[in-house]
């Protein structure tokens, strides 16, 4: 059905009613009935007759039923949570502090103290990795960045793992989450 200017029309999604004002390419501006211009692509607009030929009639009676059987829908339908959300487990938190990792850091270089933290990390993911657990958040605080830059390098040599900043509400910027890939 070709529409032009002067067309009464009715816009498919929206309880919106008006006259055609103007058309430019695939997108005509109808004035509404309330006499406001909205622009709508054509494909979004059904011409309505204003005559006595019932085809027509019964034409617009089906649009009609349509349009207030799809309204009915978006009234009545439910805002679900989808079932992976639903289902999914929370990760794994590891926290990469040396004092949540050791008694006492006395004694210990940088060196040292990067070290632990690091074997502490590959030991949690290879332990994950067996026992089939799909995400890990490496809690490693923000500092200078050298602890989060020897992560992404040990994440990095891993196939079937993938990395990025965690929730920032949650963890702000000092987490990292690590989503491990399950064969089937």
Partial sequence: MILKKGDVVHVL??????????????????????GFPMSFELKDLVKIERNNDPLLDVEQEVIRRALEE???FKKNRKRTISKKKEKQIPAMEVDLHIEKLLPSKRGLSNHDILTKQIDTARGQLEFAIRKRIQRIVFIHGVGEGVLKAELEYLFGR?????FYDANYQQYGLGATEVYIFQNA
């Fill in 158 to 162: 891993y196939d079937n793992v993938k």
């Fill in 13 to 34: 999604d929206d309880d919106i009613e008006g006259v055609i004002v103007e058309l430019s390419g695939s997108v005509a501006t109808i004035e509404t009935t309330d």
């Fill in 70 to 72: 799809k309204e009915n």
